[in-house]
């Protein structure tokens, strides 16, 4: 009887969905930000996403082969794991680098933990955490985008000048809290921007369009559960609405942190990652909350521009406990005491 049972690690998913169905649908989703990532980026978009996928694949390719494990190349989670970490990389990022962060993303984020379904954290995010460790230059190093410029000339953080082509939104937020000018910051040329994509930042995360059309398919196709993106998105802006209303002056408006940065592309495709995300609702939620919390207080309160990787990260840690706080009901329903 017990040779009929097979016990398998997450994601278990209720619906006839397989993981493959799943991670195609994933990849789908991620098609318009790619596109965006092509149009306002170029030669460096066809380079990196192509880099970062080969490299994940090929490296959990051999690590199965050294693990003597069959091979899982088929449910494309490799394939996934390579898009979101390029769509999370700086656009002038040299191909060695995307190397390396592909390469440790799927050994040391997936594959030394058994493979798909036993990762305690993204692999993408680990693959982004250690190239930012490693190499914090080349990893906050922007591109202005070719429709502004065609040269698409590298501006460093160092060498920024006072225009909107050539500074990141979140840098300039973060510049606005320390000279006292956020009010200024924010105007509706910058919101068109940030909306269309036509700003500096990583290479998926500076189309608003582009990430609300991927993630309203994810949610059309229920590849997703509402709650966890409603979560991540609502927390932040509560809390970008509290420090605004406590010094305008200082703090750019809500919105601004909702279409900046990587905080769609995280809510619709990194914290909803079925393996490391809770299980329950409820513990979507919470999961949910601190990641767009502890994203918010990096951004106002930190020296660091972003959160979303760390907030991913540090919540990724706990989801065990949210798990067991937030039980799992039976399929059979609860069992009755006596």
């Excluded at 990893?139 to 920024?160: G, S």
């Excluded at 082509?165 to 510049?175: E, F, I, M, R, V």
């Excluded at 706990?318 to 005491?337: A, E, W």
Aim: positive net charge; proline residues 6%; charged residues 10%.
């Amino acid at each position: 009887m017990s040779e009929n049972i097979t016990v398998s690690s997450a994601p278990h998913i209720s619906k006839p969905l397989s993981t493959r169905t799943v991670m195609i649908d994933v990849i789908i989703g991620l098609i318009p930000a790619m596109a965006a990532a092509g149009y306002y980026f170029r030669i460096y978009a066809l380079i990196l996403i192509p880099t970062c996928v080969i490299s994940a694949v090929a490296t959990e390719w051999l690590c199965n082969i050294i693990r003597k494990n069959p091979n899982s190349l088929g449910d494309f989670s490799g394939v996934v794991t390579g898009i979101i970490l390029a769509l999370s990389l700086p656009p002038s990022l040299p191909v060695w680098a995307a190397i390396i962060g592909s390469v440790f993303a799927v050994a040391i984020g997936k594959m030394v933990f058994g493979g798909l379904g036993a990762n305690i954290f993204n692999p993408a995010m680990v693959g982004r955490a250690f190239l930012t460790a490693s190499f914090s230059m080349i990893m906050t190093t922007w591109t202005v985008p070719a429709t502004i410029d065609a040269k698409m000339p590298k501006i460093a953080p160092e060498n920024m000048l006072h225009t909107r082509t050539q500074a990141t939104p979140l840098w300039w937020s973060k510049k606005a809290i320390e000279d006292k000018n956020g009010a200024k910051i924010y105007n509706e040329q910058q919101f068109r921007a940030t909306f269309t994509g036509e700003v500096g930042g990583c290479l998926g995360e500076t189309s608003t369009i582009a990430l609300l059309i991927g993630g309203l398919y994810l949610l059309i196709r229920r590849t997703i559960n509402p709650s966890l993106p409603l979560a991540v998105l609502i927390s932040a802006f509560i809390f970008a609405t509290i420090v605004y209303l406590i010094d305008s002056d200082a703090y750019v408006q809500p919105v601004f942190h909702l279409t900046s940065g990587a905080m769609l592309l995280c809510a619709f495709f990194i914290a909803t990652d079925p393996v490391t995300a809770p299980l329950t609702t409820k513990g979507m939620w919470i999961f949910g909350i601190g990641v767009g919390t502890i994203t918010m207080l990096i951004r106002i309160v930190g020296k660091y521009q972003e959160g979303v990787m760390y907030a991913v990260l540090l919540m990724n840690a706990i989801t065990p406990l949210i798990d067991r706080f937030c039980k799992l009901v039976p399929s059979g329903g609860k069992p009755s005491v006596k």
